[in-house]
Structures are given as structure tokens and as C-alpha cells.
């Protein structure tokens, strides 16, 4: 199994910053990715985290609004960028170990 | 191209009574399949998965869920609802072998009645 953190776990942010979310694994991975989690929504792929080159993005997500970092098998970074009030969701990271697919607790951001 | 449909958003079932959740996926080749729950204001918890071995899988908190390729269906049950299983449920798929990107259901809100 894989224990995924993340930090922060929320944050309540102003119109136009940008919010750095970062995601830990305790044991080394292939797949790291992404999702958002509107209120009262399903989950949303945003782009699969590649270790050592581009994340790979999802329709309808782009680089420039949420670039991704993958420095090792480890550790990733997800950045909202030029945050607008439709930005707040819950932000999950997830890890792929042994066929099954472990979560991060979520970081809730609330952009006002 | 994979998708996953879930009846009925929200469900509502007496204490005791059997829990039927609906799960129909869609997929051109043999996929994997899970149920996750998510209590409030928590993150994602798997109860079981199917990866084809044997159609009927066992989970964890009483639930389980049986694979059937003629109704491209895997739906999940739990014989005697507990107040404790109150949550959303997610159904996802992912294609066997592939790349692990997951396709999540809408999720269904579990209520149970005292």
C-alpha cells in the first residue's frame, strides 16, 4: 500500500494569487495524478504527473493555469495559478501501487 | 473510451435493510473496477476492486460487489445498512493494463434511517 499527505490540507486564497499544493508518498511510485473535486461533485482527472518530464493534462486543463512538478518517485506539486472564485474545489493527489490507486486526504481551497 | 454511470445520486435505506448501490461501466476493453467511499469532509477509501479474478468480490465493512460482463455492471451491496455507512460512493473503472487513469462515477450519497 502507499500513505499519501498532503499539504496544506485548505487554504483560503484571494482572487488572482496562486496556491502551491504538495503531495508526499511514502514509498516509490510510476503514476502520480491529480484530481479536483468540485462541491457536490464527482472526481476529475487533471493530468498525470510524469517523473522527469511534462505532466500529461486532461481536456480541458493547461499547463499555464496548473503546472506540475515531479522532481522523483516520491513527491509532486500541483499549482493553481491566477486563482478565480471557480477555483475552489478539494485538490486530491493520487499514487497507482500494485494495481490499485491510493489518495491523499485533499486540500480544500477556498478562493475569495 | 471508458465511462462509468451510477443510478441514483442519492439513496436512502432504513437501518438493517440491504444496501444496493448501481454501478454501469462502459469499455472496450477488459477493465478494472472499484468502489471507493468518502465520509465527510475525508478523502477517498477503497472498499474493493475487481481486477478479474473471481466476479464476486468481498470488501472491506461488509460490502461487496459482483462483476457482470453480460450487464456491464458491478454493482455494490451490503446486506444490513449501518448508520456508519452513511457517505458517498464512488464507482470507478480503468482500463486492465493500461495507463491507471481512473474515471470516477457522479458518486451516490448513502443516507440510512434510524
Known amino acids: 500500500s502507499a500513505v499519501i499527505s498532503q499539504k496544506p490540507s485548505r487554504d483560503i486564497c484571494q482572487r488572482g494569487t496562486s496556491l502551491t499544493i504538495q503531495c508526499q508518498v511514502d514509498s516509490q511510485v510510476t503514476m502520480m495524478f491529480w484530481y479536483r473535486q468540485q462541491p457536490g461533485q464527482s472526481l476529475t482527472l487533471i493530468a498525470t504527473?510524469?517523473?522527469?518530464?511534462?505532466?500529461?493534462?486532461e481536456s480541458g486543463f493547461v499547463i499555464d493555469k496548473f503546472p506540475i512538478s515531479r522532481p522523483n518517485l516520491t513527491f509532486s506539486t500541483l499549482t493553481v495559478s491566477n486563482m478565480s472564485p471557480e477555483d475552489s474545489s478539494i485538490y486530491l493527489c493520487?499514487?497507482?501501487?500494485?494495481?490499485?490507486?491510493?489518495f491523499g486526504p485533499g486540500t480544500r481551497l477556498t478562493v475569495l | 473510451a471508458q465511462s462509468v454511470t451510477q443510478l441514483g445520486s442519492h439513496v436512502s435505506v432504513s437501518e438493517g435493510a440491504l444496501v444496493l448501490l448501481r454501478c454501469n461501466y462502459s469499455?472496450?476493453?477488459?477493465?478494472?473496477l472499484f468502489w471507493y467511499v468518502q465520509y465527510p469532509n475525508q478523502g477517498l477509501q477503497l472498499l474493493l476492486k475487481?481486477?478479474?479474478?473471481?466476479?464476486l468480490v468481498k470488501g472491506i465493512n461488509g460490502f461487496e460487489a459482483e462483476f457482470k460482463k453480460s450487464e456491464t455492471s458491478f454493482h455494490l451491496t451490503k446486506p444490513s445498512a449501518h448508520m456508519s455507512d452513511a457517505a458517498e460512493y464512488f464507482c470507478a473503472v480503468t482500463e486492465a493494463g493500461g495507463t491507471y487513469k481512473y474515471i470516477f462515477g457522479t458518486g451516490t450519497r448513502l443516507k440510512v434511517l434510524a
Open positions: 469499455s472496450s476493453v477488459p477493465p478494472y
Open positions: 475487481y481486477t478479474s479474478a473471481a466476479t
Open positions: 504527473a510524469n517523473q522527469g518530464s511534462e505532466a500529461t493534462y
Open positions: 493520487s499514487a497507482n501501487s500494485y494495481n490499485e490507486q491510493f
